[in-house]
Antibody, heavy 118, light 103 residues
Framework: DVQLLESGGGLVQPGGSLRLSCAASGFTFSSYAMSWVRQAPGKGLEWVSSISTSGVTYYPDSVKGRFTISRDNAKNTVYLQMDSLGTEDTAVYYC????????????WGQGTLVTVSS | DIQMTQSPSSLSASVGDRVTITCRASQSIRNSLSWYQQKAGKAPRLLIYGASSLQSGVPSRFSGSGSGTDFTLTISSLRPEDFATFYCQYNGTFGQGTKVEVK
């Protein structure tokens, strides 16, 4: 079975940094693009970043220049480095494997909560 | 950027009802539309991809249709476990969600 396990969430002050990890198992990690999607409390889903199998990265304008996605195929893990955090970044962060041929998020982790507050 | 607009934002229904949710893209996305179900406190779950392909393990009462700009998710006969919020998605853009509540 596919498993995605996020970790690294927590409470951070505005302007601070945090690194999230997502450990994958049950599928050929190196063959899939990976993504992060977040959900602020009581709000909808927002795509945050993606990384292709070859390491090309993509971001929406809301996080570009502040967030960095990376992957380690040897460890079957994808990371999200988040810098210059603001209160608007408070959310549950989910990782997902992403199917690029038909543009969908296949399996999802359980999420990790990031709270930005002083 | 392509915008995805869902309607309605919420609906009330009873067990056994046929439920239809629509999603409109601001320009043609061919059939690259997916649907997700999210229950309170849980991660989203893929239901439909490619506008009409049922994800493995998803009950056949769920179906998707449409192409171009207009898409539909249909639940043929609502079951108690189906009350949730549903999202459409194209690429990096999600619809705003449709909450299906008990009538």
């Amino acid at each position: 079975d596919v498993q995605l396990l996020e970790s690294g969430g927590g409470l951070v002050q505005p302007g601070g940094s945090l690194r999230l990890s997502c450990a994958a198992s049950g599928f050929t990690f190196s063959s899939y693009a990976m993504s992060w999607v977040r959900q602020a409390p009581g709000k909808g889903l927002e795509w945050v970043s993606s990384i292709s199998t070859s390491g090309v990265t993509y971001y929406p304008d809301s996080v570009k220049g502040r967030f960095t996605i990376s992957r380690d195929n040897a460890k079957n893990t994808v990371y999200l480095q988040m810098d210059s955090l603001g209160t608007e970044d408070t959310a549950v962060y989910y990782c997902s494997n992403y199917v690029t041929t038909t543009f969908y998020f296949d399996c999802w982790g359980q999420g990790t909560l990031v709270t930005v507050s002083s | 950027d392509i915008q995805m607009t869902q309607s309605p934002s919420s609906l009330s229904a009873s067990v056994g009802d046929r439920v239809t949710i629509t999603c409109r893209a601001s320009q043609s996305i061919r059939n690259s539309l997916s649907w997700y179900q999210q229950k309170a406190g849980k991660a989203p779950r893929l239901l439909i991809y490619g506008a009409s392909s049922l994800q493995s393990g998803v009950p056949s009462r769920f179906s998707g249709s449409g192409s171009g700009t207009d898409f539909t998710l249909t639940i043929s006969s609502l079951r108690p476990e189906d009350f949730a919020t549903f999202y459409c998605q194209y690429n990096g853009t999600f619809g705003q969600g449709t909450k299906v509540e008990v009538k």
